[in-house]
């Protein structure tokens, strides 16, 4: 973290206690950490995409002991039902009445692993819980916790057997976080962990430091830092953008624009800065809008991706001074 400014010294030591622990157990994966604990900062939902086998769910895991909180794994398959996930009403025979045994769901960290192999009815039970933080049965309102997350990882190479995520839902993760194969030296530093010391994949775990308290003060924290109109600008010229370029059929949303100054603000307060710069914009900026933005079919005839097209916005989109 850089020393400019330090808005808050006890809560910077809190970001280091949580951050060094993990750092030990996952390498090569410095960015997707990053952008996981502003995603964490700013109460947003996070969509991990990558091969099998790069460390989606173990830095879940992770993050998750670190916090002490809460955490269940929900493997999503065809056959999954939104009452599997949610829950059901039972009758009580001894009380006469229905009574509601909650699913999964009810949790703080929620892993959605492999969340494009659930059908449609299935994924949209998570719309509710992940932009209101409640789920309702039957008529009833049942709250989520106050930090109620969902990390959900999908893999990009097998497409038999998957959904795809309507709109709707993808534009309620936060982030997209893509997950490439490590570099050599880095799978090097793997190798070297796990057989030199012949460790078990249930053998990385961290102490808890933080609590769930601890969480909302950070949150409550970076939403104190400075946000300049210039950047307020920035933002809402960026995104105009992405609804006039001629490669992009649709655009990101009002939500996206929200979303990215609170992340934003996220990411200076994790750089120890007490305002927002142009650079914090532009770090999150392919997380952020990759998942939201839809291309034209002859943009992707092309060979433009919807990255390349992003680094093309900010080319176009001049940051102010």
Excluded at 28 to 54: D, F, K, Q, S
Excluded at 93 to 120: M, V, Y
Aim: aromatic share 8%.
């Amino acid at each position: 973290m850089s020393s400019n400014l330090n808005p808050a010294p006890v809560a910077q030591a809190q970001l280091e206690s949580l951050v060094n622990p993990i750092r030990q157990w996952l390498f090569g994966l410095e960015e997707p950490l990053r952008h996981t604990l502003i995603a964490l900062l700013c109460g947003g939902h996070v969509l991990y995409e990558g091969p099998p086998g790069t460390a989606k769910t173990m830095l879940v895991k992770l993050v998750a002991q670190s916090m002490s909180c809460p955490f269940k794994r929900v493997q999503f398959t065809p056959d999954m039902m939104p009452a599997d996930m949610i829950g059901t009403n039972i009758f009580n025979q001894e009380k006469h009445a229905f009574q509601f045994n909650s699913g999964p769901l009810f949790t703080t960290f929620l892993l959605a692993d492999e969340i494009n192999r659930a059908p449609a009815k299935t994924q949209s039970a998570l719309l509710e819980c992940m932009q209101e933080r409640q789920v309702t049965v039957d008529g009833t309102e049942y709250p989520l916790s106050p930090v109620f997350t969902v990390f959900a990882t999908q893999n990009p190479l097998e497409q038999e057997g998957t959904y795809p995520l309507p709109e709707a839902q993808l534009d309620r993760f936060l982030f997209k976080i893509m997950f490439p194969y490590p570099s050599r030296a880095a799978e090097v530093d793997i190798l070297r962990k796990h057989h030199a010391q012949e460790i078990r994949a249930q053998d990385s775990t961290v102490q808890p430091v933080l609590r769930e308290s601890d969480l909302l003060a950070l949150r409550a924290e970076a939403n104190r830092v400075e946000v300049q109109d210039g950047i307020i600008d920035y933002v809402a010229d960026l995104v105009a953008q992405t609804r006039q370029h001629p490669g992009i059929a649709i655009g990101a949303s009002p939500r996206a624009a929200i979303l990215w100054v609170k992340a934003a603000k996220a990411r200076a307060f994790l750089e120890n800065r007490a305002y927002v710069i142009p650079d914090d914009i532009k770090s999150i900026g392919k997380p952020l809008l990759r998942h939201r933005l839809i291309l034209f079919p002859q943009a992707e005839l092309e060979g433009r991706t919807v990255d390349s097209l992003i680094d093309e916005l900010f080319l176009q989109v001049k940051p102010p001074r």
